[in-house]
């Protein structure tokens, strides 16, 4: 799976900003390049800010190397705006394009319609003939390690190619041959989210108990977002973690007692059972599972928020 940025908001960061300023200031509109420009660490230089030809707006000001927006660090700011729910973030959007997706990924993507639109690739004219052979479906992480169950799975999509081929070589319709094509065959397509919309997902889909698919989407996403401006780190906690990334409560603590008890089958969530079972491990079915949890969150936990404030949540 592979995520591109299409388009995005221009200065996104400074654009919120400017947002929020027009609509709890008096003073003049703070627009997104006087932001830019004061952002810029050109601008921070003892230079300009001693120049008589810099640009001043009574709601911009440089304290201790800080910008303060109306007399506010723009840090704490935006964490106050990205947790706000509040419909200013909708005034920034971004499109991406998400190539070689599973189906089955475009079937969670979309129950969600609010502050999304999405465009994608047709199945009804595309060709099949040569999915299996090209390689054009998604394989589950698990079957990586298990070379058996890896052939057998391939086979089958070899199969399905082979059945569709001679579904058409029959005279059917292509739009109806398809009907036998796999859930995990891939496609692409065009999502665009405004940042309110973006905001949940991030939140909500980056869980550990979410599919894997989001997992991957949702750090690239991160990764992208993070090279448009650092600032966007402040989005990427948790949904268990506040702001600073410390533990306040696992959403999905019922799914997690049925992993303690056996009846779920998946792994348990290391910052669950950090946080939740420090002083009873021993209710854990399988006691190698704390070790598990604790080399998933390396490649996890780690690498979907490296450098934000919830990396700090190591497992001791």
């Known amino acids: 799976m592979y995520v591109q940025l299409v ?4 200065s996104p960061i400074s654009t919120l900003l400017s947002a929020w300023q027009i609509s709890r200031s008096k003073h003049s509109p703070l627009l997104p390049a006087y932001i830019d420009l004061y952002r810029s660490s050109v601008v921070r230089s003892e230079e300009f800010l001693n120049s008589e030809h810099k640009f001043t707006h009574p709601d911009l000001s440089i304290v201790d190397g800080k910008l303060l927006i109306m007399g506010q660090p723009i840090e704490e700011l935006l964490n106050q705006i990205f947790n706000s729910n509040l419909p200013v973030t909708e005034t920034v959007q971004f499109t991406f394009c998400f190539e070689d997706v599973p189906v089955a990924f475009r079937e969670q993507a979309v129950r969600s319609t609010q502050g999304t639109s999405f465009w994608l690739q047709t199945s009804r004219i595309t060709d099949f003939s040569e999915f299996a052979t ?43 041959a398809r009907a036998i094509m796999p859930y995990y065959r891939t496609e692409r397509g065009n999502y665009t989210y405004n940042l309110r919309a973006l905001i949940a997902i991030i939140r909500q889909r ?4 979410a599919s894997s698919f989001w997992t ?13 401006d650092p600032l966007f780190a402040l989005i990427s906690t948790p949904p268990c973690c506040d702001s600073k990334g410390k533990y306040k409560a696992c959403p999905y603590s019922v799914d997690m007692d049925k992993r303690i008890k056996g009846t779920d089958p998946l792994e348990l969530c290391p910052i669950y059972v950090k946080s939740e079972l420090a002083t009873t491990m021993s209710a854990i079915r399988d006691k190698s599972a704390a070790e598990i949890s ?21 497992l001791e």
């Not at 199969?159 to 109806?176: F, K, P, S």
């Not at 980056?206 to 108990?209: E, L, N």
């Not at 991957?216 to 448009?228: N, R, T």
Request: glycine share 4%.
């Open 134 to 176: 090209k390689g054009e479906y998604y394989i589950p992480p698990e079957l990586m390690s298990n070379p058996q169950a890896l052939a057998k799975y391939r086979e089958s999509m070899k199969r399905i190619q082979d059945m569709y081929n001679e579904l058409v070589a029959m005279g059917v319709n292509t739009d109806h």
């Open 216 to 228: 991957d989407i949702v750090a690239q996403i991160m990764k992208i977002l993070l090279a448009e």
């Open 294 to 314: 604790r080399q998933r969150y390396e490649q996890f936990y780690k690498n979907l928020w490296a450098g934000v404030a919830s990396s700090e949540l190591v």
């Open 7 to 10: 388009s995005a908001t221009r």
């Open 206 to 209: 980056s869980c550990w108990i």
